[in-house]
């Protein structure tokens, strides 16, 4: 099957088997930021941006795209042009694996559009759906609060 | 440590942690191999049977079905899938396939098929008929004479360690020193408990993989998450009957392991499908298998035993562990001999001491490595049996400790009697601020407001718990790491390690090493890690050795270049070594005020004159493990209606030696000390009757989210090793020991009543409290 969504701003023809998840759609078509840790909505690994709602990749059918708007972690910022809440991760030291980082990422950056200036509670809800095993969260925290105030032209 | 470093001790950003913030460093299924081979293992749904029968034929007729793998088609030598050093210290009880399957999730054969989605149904198809026999699920009737037997004889020992198949014992620990019966005779009480520590799974966010494909030079390639690349080539060379030659194990970055990833247990399945089609190979678990079906933490049943005067003093302590292996036996004599040697040197002052440790098999799922490595069970009973010694003798706990545990320039009998599979090395503690991070937690929890007070709000009470342990830094006498680096023109570095980076930041912390022996800034260094091609050899990313010995080896090699820079640059000064001061990023001469740079002594060194690659290898070997220490304390409330526990604050003081990167010891600490909450609180394995895991998911094995978790202080508390490397020891695995006894400890300050076993569910809790009720 085929049907051409945007991903990270360029529109792309996604080719895909019927019952096929978004995850692995967006896999194969070399998006490997988004990662699979459990495939069954807990883990928060293949968070990715729809239509601007942050949602777990591998909970939807691709069959059930048509014109939709993608952002991935890799769409939100790169290497060489990060965005300021990737920079944060690394400098708080919010990354360690790093497998669960692009859904974190993504995660902080949707609760960030909604609430520019969040509460740690409102921050650790927001990031409740994503599992990390080797940071235990407390830095991961502080990146998105410094993230918080960056965007807000507040932090270093 | 008064010394000032311009990279030690700095809270350095992670290199690679850019890279993995925008996702652009890949992981082993992030690379894309053409014309790959799926697989899907078929496991055993019984726990203990033999195979009558494999048919693969309606598997084989499906479209896209390439291949089934089974005893009946691979090779079959005895092996340990753990990762260790050779040869090692674990039985060899496992063949890649069986014709007996031995746990509900043992594996019996693999379908290799053209999609994930046609291995998938085909692995269906394949019909297996098994001829069930009576299976053993109580590890202490795993030695009785009637007891089925997991193995047969023809399993055995490469160390020649103690072991009986016969018995169902895979290990076995017997040891100790002084009079248990004269320490018993000057006892006022005997204290005898028993204490419980359950199933576990590491729970890598990334689950185990591996690809495997043949390079244009007919090389065969393996990208595996792994901690332990060289293990992989040897163990692949091995049990594949493939020249080690002829493998490049590939380690690219890898999404945690804690222990879970130093088992070679895909890698040999994807390079035989490789061997036998000449194609790649890909095997990635799902979060399903790697809950059923790969390894586990051990649950050991420690028995303590002690005799104590009225003053405190200890006459004698008596370990009874016993560890169930399940099926196979990986890891379960080191596991073992570390829930003694990891555990009792804490209290060296005891004269007489025995510790007897077995470990026997059963039909459940098997355990291995885990962060903590058997110190997390021996803790998860000295520290409550510590608590229970106070309160009978009306002592203060974080005192006691103090008067007590080992002190620098100490040593233990233990250290000598127990290593890891054979007997132990002798040595001094050089460094112990134990003290010092007791302080830190009794002081931050409130301690002395707090303790016995049983602060009541409504049908809540809180009560506070400590807990401290220590652990090693590698294993003394067999681990071994080397680096190699060469210098380039512009004054950066290659640093090439068989260092395992597995997220912990050890790229990272060794170049930091580097750059501080060469005065350079972190980013002129290089850091590849590891390819058995081109790093040299490291055992990998285990027992807590990274830092201090493969940062010894990185230290040493460096200091090897720094010496040919300096010859370098005396030939280019006309003057001598000895004249000559390290200057940021070059050399000075301070007779004649010159200075030249890196870039320029390295292009002298290539093309001007005498021509030759600035570059050196270093290996370490190290004879001693400096425990790192810490202490940690919580705050707990507990609701007495719903007995729900709620952990409100826990805080760990660590003495690492120095902190290399004080911000990646913190995040090692707080990592491990959440692993180690969610293992007291939510994290078990629930069986059906015939011991099949019924909630492998993350729906049913709860692990923490960040909305989970208490409010959290991390204290890297001042010390230096003076072997290590500029002062460093290890903090991998410590801060996962203390977070289950000291939970225990608090509950039973808010309660009264004292848990063996976790995890503390509300269940467990209520019911105690209900039992103590019914006693008064």
Redo the contacts between chains.
Sequence with gaps: MKTLVTINGKSIELRFDPDETLLHTLRNHGYTEVKSGCEEGECGACLILLNGKAVNSCLIFTATLKNDNILTAAGIGTLHEPHIIQQAFVDCGAVQCGFCTPGMVIAGYALLQDNPDPSETEIRKALSGNLCRCTGYVKIVEAVQEASKRLRGEGS | MSKTYTSIGK?E??I????????????V??F?LKDCLHCKLIYSPHAFADIIKIDESPALAMDGVVDVLSYKNTPQILHTSAGQGFPEPSPYDQYLFDKVVRFAGDRVAMVVAESP?IAETAAKKVKIAYKLRKALFDPERAMDADAPKLHGKECYTPIGAAYDPQRNLAAEVDLGFGDLKEGEEAADIVIDETYKAHYGS??????HSVKTYFDDEGRLVILASTQVPFHVRRIVARVCEFPLAKIRVIKP????G?GGKQEVLLEPLAALVSIRHKRPARLVL??EEVFRNSRTRHPVRVRLRSGVKKDGTITFLEMDSLLNSGAYGSHALTVLSNCGSKVLPLLNKIENMHFLGRSVYTNLPVGGAYRGYGATQGYFALNQHLDILCRRLDIDLPEYIKKHHIREGETSKIFEALGEGKTGVQQFVNSCKLDECIDICTREIGWYGKRDKKIRSGDKVRGVGLAVAMQGSGIPLVDMAAASMKMNEDGSFNLDIGATD????SDTVLAQIAAEVLNVDLDAMIVLSSDTDRTPFDVGAYASSTTYISGRAVRKCAEKILEQIIGVAAEMLETSSDKLKLSHAGVKDPASGKRIGYPEICQYAMYSANQFQIQAVASEFVEESPPPFIAQAVEVEVDTVTGAVQVLKLVSAVDCGQAINP??A??QI??????GISYAMTEEYIFSGNGRMINS???NYK???????PE?K?VVVPSHEPSGPFGAKSVGEIGINCPMPAIANAIYDAVGVRLYEAPFTPEKVYRAIRKQQEVQ
Excluded at chain 2, 253 to 256: H, L, M, Q
Excluded at chain 2, 670 to 675: D, F, I, K
Aim: charged share 30%; with cysteine; glycine share 12%.
């Design positions: 809270a950003k992670k690679d942690a850019l890279a993995l913030a925008t996702g652009s460093r890949r992981f299924d992030d894309e989605a590491h729970c890598a966010i990334e689950p970055r890898i999404g945690g804690f799902s979060r597995i997220g912990t930041g911000k990646l913190e995040g707080e990592g491990a000390a959440v692993n998911s993350f729906k692990i923490p989210t960040a909305a989970d978790l959290m991390t």
